[in-house]
């Protein structure tokens, strides 16, 4: 079957580095996007990787490894406004998004 | 950017009524929205698929005559819950891709559902 595993929750001081790990076991693979959803909102997006390697965007990048079936979210300059779930979701062989559960990320000050 | 508008934010219904979901993507036509289902703490369920002029595509466990999909236009996609119960309370997201399949997806506000 297909499968997203991410941590449920994890827990980072304001000012501080994060990274969310993301592994995926799936038919065919089209692309990792991450998604930031606050509490109560609808999620937004904030990347995708379709080729291995690190994208940077600000303070959020996001590195790819096909070969390992494993990405992960890197968020820099901690603050208190980054606490959400953070989704990561792979696009199978058929576009079919699949969806990780999403790791709650808890910032304190 | 790419905007995807949904309404209403929230709604209240008693049991027994039918509720119907609007989502439109403002600056681009999209062929395909998603209707994806929220419950607190958990990830987004794939409910179904919303294919313009044709039928929806529904994910298993999705009973496909109490959740009506109407995707009638490029920019609009309605989802009906007909015969709302307690357990349909939910929220409740759309989403469509400005693009190709690989394009991200645009996600409406959500609408809140609790049915009485």
């Known amino acids: 079957g297909q499968n997203i595993d991410q941590p449920t929750e994890m827990t980072a001081t304001e000012g501080a580095i994060v990274q969310i790990n993301c592994t995926y076991q799936t038919s065919g693979f089209n692309g990792l996007f991450w998604y930031q959803q606050h509490a109560g909102e609808a999620p937004t997006f904030l990347s995708y990787n379709v080729l291995d390697g690190l994208e940077e965007k600000g303070r959020f990048s996001s590195f790819l490894s096909r070969s390992k079936g494993y990405s992960y979210l890197l968020l820099k300059e901690l603050q208190m406004k980054d606490s959400a779930s953070y989704l990561c979701a792979v696009l199978d062989s058929n576009y079919q998004l699949i969806w990780g559960a999403g790791t709650k990320l808890i910032i304190k000050p | 950017g790419a905007v995807v508008s949904q309404h209403p934010s929230w709604v209240i219904c008693k049991s027994g009524t039918s509720v119907k979901i609007e989502c439109r993507s403002l600056?681009?036509?999209?062929?395909?929205m998603f209707w994806y289902r929220q419950f607190p703490k958990q990830s987004l369920m794939l409910m179904a698929t919303?294919?313009?002029?044709?039928?929806?595509?529904?994910e298993q466990g999705v009973e496909k005559d109490k959740f009506l999909i109407n995707h009638a236009s490029l920019t609009l996609s309605t989802l009906t819950v007909t015969s709302a119960h307690p357990e349909d309370s939910s929220f409740y997201i759309c989403?469509?891709?400005?693009?190709?399949?690989?394009?991200?997806?645009?996600f409406g506000n959500g609408t809140r559902l609790t049915v009485t």
């Open positions: 600056d681009f036509q999209a062929t395909t």
């Open positions: 919303s294919n313009e002029g044709s039928k929806a595509t529904y």
């Open positions: 989403s469509a891709a400005a693009g190709t399949d690989n394009s991200p997806l645009h």
